[in-house]
């Protein structure tokens, strides 16, 4: 017996709310059992007396009642369990959408981000200011002498350091060009021509440069100048 108490231990444990109904309902069926098999068929004559009858009634209408009371009783008490643990769930599920709606709350009323945006936005120009200068265009305008001297119409250029562009006249009937040396360095010249204009474009840095013509003699019989780079 004590090792089967201990296997229904725990199943009795788990069942308690039920043990009074299963009882009840035991005790019932025990004695329907006996009062029908146990005396009922073997003594036609049973019960003895009235008073026998009256006790057999009251008897079975006391355990009729009991396992009445006991199943309403069990029956209800796990409706209460889960009506509460539905209770005890909704707080938690409203409880949920609370905090998910108090974390976009907290951003919305905290000054930061708003703070944030327009440092963002003033620190975009200070790039763009970099590639304007870095594009810098100079054009020049350069012309040999129309009537055939061997000489241009000034012996100074200046320009902005960047992309330079000289384009030379040369109306004359001498063929001339124009040439830019750093040192002894050229950086670049035009074609040799007459009757019209060429143009020479250079990526110049800061610095003083030399502008000439090319053609054998010319340079010598003062054909240059200087352009300055700033």
Known sequence: MHPAMLHLAPILAAEKSRVPFYIAGGVLVAWALIVSIGIGMRRPDFPHSQSGERLLIAISAVLVLAT??????????????????????TPAQATAPGESQSAPASPASGT?????????????????????????????KLAANPEGNLSY???????????????MANMSPVEHNVTVASGTTVLGATPTFTGGTRSLTLKLKPGT??????????????????????
């Open 209 to 230: 440069y030399t502008f000439y013509c090319s053609v054998p003699g010319h340079r010598q019989a003062g054909m240059e100048g200087t352009l300055t780079v700033s």
């Open 112 to 140: 930061s981000p708003p703070a944030t945006a327009p440092k963002a936005a003033t620190g975009t120009p200070a790039p763009a200011s970099s590639p304007a200068a870095s594009t810098t265009a100079t054009s020049l």
């Open 153 to 167: 119409d000034t012996k100074t250029l200046s320009a902005k350091a960047g992309t330079v562009t000289i384009t």
């Open 68 to 89: 009445a009371s006991t199943a309403v009783l069990t029956a209800s008490t796990p409706a209460k369990a889960v009506a509460s643990g539905s209770a005890a769930a």
